[in-house]
């Protein structure tokens, strides 16, 4: 029998309507308007794309939007004029500074700059930390997105055996420690991990996250698994266009899998949808308002 594929698009849209119902209240009851700021530095088309689908959706669940675009050649002091410019701007909630950046900047010191607090990336050390701690923290929302199309499959991840492959500190990192909040029992597989298919065979949930277009085979997968395929990447067509695949051989994965996420169509749009969560609880918690139930 075929794997269901999971939708997530539905799944993301329904998340985006219970935020817009979240940020109407607010404004009804607070006078408060989360608002999100977006830095892009140079013109990469992809980025380009992903900020301007960040805009339109931020401001269709009523909240505001702030984009801000910098030259690839703008130098570090000025980018963290920016950032300290952000972090005092009362309307701004959320800070988001789209990666990776030029070369030439320091990220680190970037991400370093920005208020733990605005942090909608979760990617400041001080979010990280928490979150490795086991704390509440502002989690990345890729990882946060990854754990939502999970729970439409499965209620409880309590005791299932996943892996995560692939370390990043944007999605493989956070999503390890998201799964063992949820008491998953995890195992964190990378470039140089040994056997991996057979470590793959184990697990009833699969989380791909390493960039390799359809490295994840069919023969890899335990029948049944749920599996999450966090790649992206963008080859080539015959009619000079270009299309997303994942690192998910997805028909092969279809044959053996209980349920998968497609690419485009699955991780990407939680992505988005999990940012402005993000957004609406750093607004909250600024505003010393009880945590929104999204
Ligand atoms: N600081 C930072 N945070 C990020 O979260 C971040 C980043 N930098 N840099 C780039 C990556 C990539 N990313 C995506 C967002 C949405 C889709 C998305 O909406 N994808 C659609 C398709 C889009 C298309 O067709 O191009 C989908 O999968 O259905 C994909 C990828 C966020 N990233």
């Not at 608002?35 to 959706?57: F, I, M, T, W």
């Not at 030029?102 to 208020?115: C, H, R, S």
Request: charge should be negative.
């Amino acid at each position: 029998m075929a794997a269901s594929i999971i939708d997530g698009k539905v799944i993301a849209a329904d998340l985006r309507a219970q935020v817009a119902g979240e940020v109407t209240r607010m404004k009804r009851d607070h006078g408060l308007t989360p608002g999100l700021a977006v830095v892009l530095v140079g013109n990469d088309p992809a980025s380009e794309v992903y900020v301007r689908s960040k805009h339109k959706q931020t401001q269709a669940a009523g909240m505001a939007s702030f984009e801000h675009m910098l030259p690839a050649d703008v130098v570090q002091a000025d980018v963290l004029a920016l950032i300290a410019e952000l972090n005092a701007d009362a309307a701004v909630h959320g800070i988001l500074v789209q990666l990776p950046l030029p070369k030439g900047l320091d990220t680190e010191a970037i991400i370093a700059a920005i208020d733990p607090a605005k942090d909608v990336d979760g990617l400041h050390p001080y979010n990280a930390g928490r979150l490795a701690g086991g704390l509440s923290a502002l989690s990345p929302c890729t990882p946060l997105g990854c754990i939502i199309l999970t729970k439409s499959v499965h209620s409880s991840l309590e005791g299932l055996d996943a892996i995560v492959i692939g370390r990043s500190n944007l999605v493989g990192r956070p999503l390890v420690q998201l799964l063992l909040n949820e008491n998953a029992t995890v195992t964190i597989a990378h470039s140089r991990s040994r056997n991996l298919p057979e470590l793959c065979r184990r697990a009833d949930l699969v989380y791909a996250a390493v960039g390799k277009a359809e490295m994840v085979r069919g023969d890899w997968l335990k029948p049944g698994a749920t599996v999450i395929d966090v790649g992206i990447t963008r080859v080539p067509t015959t009619d000079g266009k270009t299309r997303l695949i994942g690192d998910v051989a997805f028909d092969e994965a279809m044959q053996v899998a209980g349920a998968v996420t497609p690419v485009p169509g699955g991780v990407g749009q939680m992505t988005v949808a999990c940012l402005l969560v993000n957004t609406l609880r750093a607004a909250c918690a600024i505003s010393g308002l009880p945590a929104p139930t999204v």
